[in-house]
């Protein structure tokens, strides 16, 4: 009879596919002309009691479509040596086929950025810096990149300076 008995895999490397959300994509593939090509990934497999094992990839390209939801695209991992055949970091435990895994894609090198919360910048973009006299002068500054509730501002600040972050009405 004609039954399956066997599928073959490849087992040099494995390919991920992850979900990112959809707002979040240009954190790590708009802001250079490479995308996402070969940006350093870690996939975390949990195995219980604590374990975690870690397996380093490359994220090689966006996949051209969005989840089932519509709120998350997806972009694929490219893991060798997946099943640690090749006796390397973390061959001791395979990454097993059809496990849910955390994924983490390095973003693209930012340059000279200053990190403040989100909440510092008003809807104008601008920030309200400390003067040496203790008056407040906003300032407008570029937004390199958001991140959940950090700004990353490229321009706009000078080093030493005083940003509010925290507005208090007396």
């Not at 596919?17 to 090509?37: F, G, Q, T, W």
């Not at 195995?47 to 975690?52: A, E, V």
């Not at 990190?115 to 809807?123: E, Q």
Request: charge should be negative.
């Amino acid at each position: 009879s004609d039954s399956e008995i066997a599928e073959i895999l490849q087992t040099d490397n494995f390919r991920v596919i992850v979900s990112i959300p959809y707002e979040r994509i240009c954190n790590i593939a708009c802001l250079s002309k490479d995308a996402m090509e070969n940006r350093k990934a870690y996939v975390f497999q949990e195995l219980g009691d604590g374990i975690i094992v870690v397996k380093e990839g490359v994220a090689v390209r966006l996949l051209g479509d969005l989840d089932a939801s519509g709120a998350m695209a997806r972009a694929v991992v490219l893991v060798d040596d997946p099943l640690g055949l090749e006796g390397g970091k973390g061959a001791e435990v395979p990454l097993f086929l059809g496990s849910h895994v955390q994924v983490e894609i390095e973003g693209p090198d930012l340059g000279d950025v200053v990190k403040l919360p989100l909440s510092a910048l008003n809807a104008a973009g601008e920030v309200n810096v400390l003067r040496s006299d203790g008056l407040l002068e906003p300032r407008k500054v570029d937004v390199r990149i958001v991140d959940g509730n950090i700004a990353y501002v490229s321009k706009g600040l000078q080093e030493g300076e005083k940003v509010v972050i925290e507005h208090r009405q007396k």
